[in-house]
């Protein structure tokens, strides 16, 4: 997880990205987080601000930090169900969510982060 404004100690102009791609575009702000799997990293999320809006704050990095290893499990699975026979992908498809609406359970893999509630 890194912060722009972090990594170039507040000095955006600094980053050779920021000079030549994001800046002209008239954004400012960038936060970026890797979707990894243990060592390995399955995707990656590079969220920007217009210029003229705040930074990321603390709140939001904790989130994106949060997020991030689920989102890399999911690329993860996405990528490796989509190497597998079609006729196993329907197999294991049909089997699960046959079984799991037969049941009346619907999957869940975390409780979704409440970091936004007043309390």
């Not at 969510?97 to 999957?107: K, V």
Request: charged content about 25%; proline content about 4%; some cysteine.
């Amino acid at each position: 997880m890194a912060l722009l404004s972090e990594v170039t100690g507040g000095k955006l102009e600094r980053s050779l990205r920021y000079r030549e791609h994001t800046g002209p575009l008239g954004l400012h702000y960038e936060l970026r987080g890797a979707c990894s799997v243990g060592k390995k990293r399955w995707g990656g999320l590079d969220l920007t601000r217009e210029r003229g809006r705040s930074d990321f704050d603390d709140r939001e990095v904790a989130l994106l930090r949060r997020l991030t290893p689920h989102l890399g499990a999911a690329l993860r699975a996405a990528t490796l169900l989509s190497q597998v026979s079609p006729k196993l992908k329907r197999t294991v498809s049909q089997e699960y969510w046959s079984s799991t609406i037969a049941d009346g359970q619907f999957p869940t893999t975390t409780r979704w982060p409440n970091t936004y509630s007043e309390n």
